[in-house]
């Protein structure tokens, strides 16, 4: 019988796999992988399904059409740098909305049954003459519940400014998804971007019962109880406990830390759609 958990008692999760992302075509272009990850089964990462980082310039998705379906999961577009214009079919009768995401913008896509996603990428900022500004974001597919899965689909969108941002440690940390967040997910879950200016340490709850890693974009830092070093573009897979330590982070070090209550259901994977 496993060790049960008091109110209050800390326990530090380890860091049970650091994996490099793998490189993967998309759409004619190669982008980062580390999610799924050919040691990572899906039962340790649900209810998270796929995570990708890409970097392109805008002006090479002028020929390209960008436009496609999912169905099954909520979908997160987060810009890290730069800005990228977008559409999606959550309008009224399925008609496509158009949003700009400058960078520190979320777009959180429910498909539910079914939406289009990613129409004409970039097409105002091409307009604009702002073509070959890159653009480096991460995108992130999180399951449904089987029985939320014929859900209509919506969309919304945080500007930078609605995004919380608190100082722990020395890292601040923007709460993506989670407590103060208006973006909720179909199961409870956490996703922060932390960042350690200065480099130093953090440590951060995360409940026992969520599922958790990490995800390195800059710098160098020491994960886990078990002080395994990662940097990007590493997956850091976390192991059981209620917070997360990070410490001899490098100065401009920042990482996404993703954790969720998983469905403990068997998706079934049909390219973009998740049933």
């Known amino acids: 019988m496993g060790k049960v958990e008091h109110q209050g008692e800390r326990r530090s999760r380890d860091a049970v796999l650091v994996e490099e992302a793998h490189i993967r075509p998309m759409m004619g272009f190669e982008i980062l992988e580390p999610l799924p990850a050919k040691s990572v089964p899906y039962e340790l990462s649900d209810p998270f399904i796929l995570v990708h980082e890409s970097r392109l310039r805008l002006s090479e998705l002028k020929d390209v059409d960008t436009k496609h379906p999912h169905r099954g999961f909520d979908n997160l577009w987060y810009i890290l740098e730069g800005t990228a214009s977008t559409g999606h079919s959550t309008g009224p009768g399925g008609a496509i909305e158009r949003a700009q995401l400058p960078t520190g913008a979320l777009l959180a896509l429910r498909t539910g049954r079914g939406a289009w996603h990613a129409e ?22 999180v399951n449904l519940a089987r029985k939320d899965k014929n859900e209509e689909p919506s969309a919304k969108v945080l500007s930078p400014g609605q995004i919380p941002s608190r100082d722990q440690g020395d890292a601040t940390i923007r709460t993506l998804v989670g ?16 960042e350690l200016p200065t480099g130093g340490q953090v440590t951060t709850s995360v409940p026992p019962e969520f599922q958790a890693f990490a995800y390195v974009l800059e710098g160098r830092a020491v994960f886990g109880a078990n002080r395994r070093e990662a940097t990007p573009p590493q997956l850091v897979l976390l192991g059981p406990g209620n917070e997360l330590t990070v410490t001899d982070a490098s100065p401009g070090t920042r990482f996404l830390l993703m954790a969720g209550q998983p469905y403990r259901e068997e998706p079934v994977f049909n390219g973009p759609y998740v049933d």
């Open 120 to 141: 004409a990428i970039g097409a105002e900022e091409r307009d604009d003459g702002l073509g070959d500004s890159e653009w480096r974001s991460v995108l992130f597919w």
């Open 179 to 194: 407590e103060g967040s208006p973006i909720g997910l179909g199961t409870p879950a956490m996703v922060f971007d932390v």
